[in-house]
């Protein structure tokens, strides 16, 4: 197994796909639900994003060349998907989910595009690409698996952080969280946009 390949690929993904960061959207989705859900919840938000992931790993470019997308396209599509998420979070329909939301929010937002956002596939087709021996093949499989072990192992133990701020605390939190996401799809908006524009340029 290539360990500097394997460092490589964990260590751009973990830049890419953040796992602090995802903490306190993770929590102003989560935090209110108590810790038996909060667990099963990491653990369906890191599993989407693995499959998402293991999924463009695999076919990547045949489904991006098949459809016609372009990452542009993928960028600014993310993008507002995570406004409406902004939205809500910072108007307070997230407040009181049912039991239905918490696979909604475990796949969208929390898995995909937060986790396994554009970046992190595009990242992924290309470190595919790059994966010419064996040896480099098994360090991506490991990589791949190590870094959605470490996401969901991060949102696992944010149980603990949301006894320590209570409902007051989450819900500013909250708000925050809103802030930063919509922030965020602005910029995935903004990214794409511009690609769209240097494409035809």
């Known amino acids: 197994m290539d360990l500097k390949f394997l460092a490589s690929v964990y260590l751009a993904l973990f830049v890419i796909m953040d796992p602090p960061g995802v903490i306190p959207v993770f929590l ?12 099963r919840l990491a653990l369906q938000a890191a599993l989407t994003a693995f499959g998402v992931i293991v999924l463009f790993a695999l076919l990547g470019d045949r489904i991006l ?17 995570l406004l409406v998420v902004s939205l809500e979070l910072l108007t307070g329909k997230t407040d009181e989910p049912t039991e239905v939301d918490d696979v909604n929010v475990a796949m969208v937002p929390l898995g995909t595009p937060l986790l396994a956002g554009p970046g992190a596939i595009v990242a992924t087709i290309l470190f595919v690409r790059s994966a010419d021996t064996a040896p480099e093949i098994v360090a991506l499989i490991v990589a791949i698996v190590a870094i959605h072990v470490t996401i969901y192992l991060v949102m ?9 701020l209570r409902p007051t ?32 340029g």
């Open 65 to 81: 060349q098949f459809l016609g997308i372009s990452l542009p396209a993928m960028q600014v599509s993310g993008g507002l998907l």
């Open 28 to 39: 102003a989705l989560a935090g209110r639900r108590g810790a038996k859900a909060m667990a």
């Open 156 to 164: 696992r133990f944010s149980v603990v952080l949301a006894k320590i």
């Open 169 to 200: 605390g989450i819900l500013v939190l909250t708000r925050i969280a809103g802030l930063l996401v919509a922030a965020i799809a602005v910029q995935l908006i903004a990214d794409g946009v511009f690609g769209f524009i240097d494409a035809r």
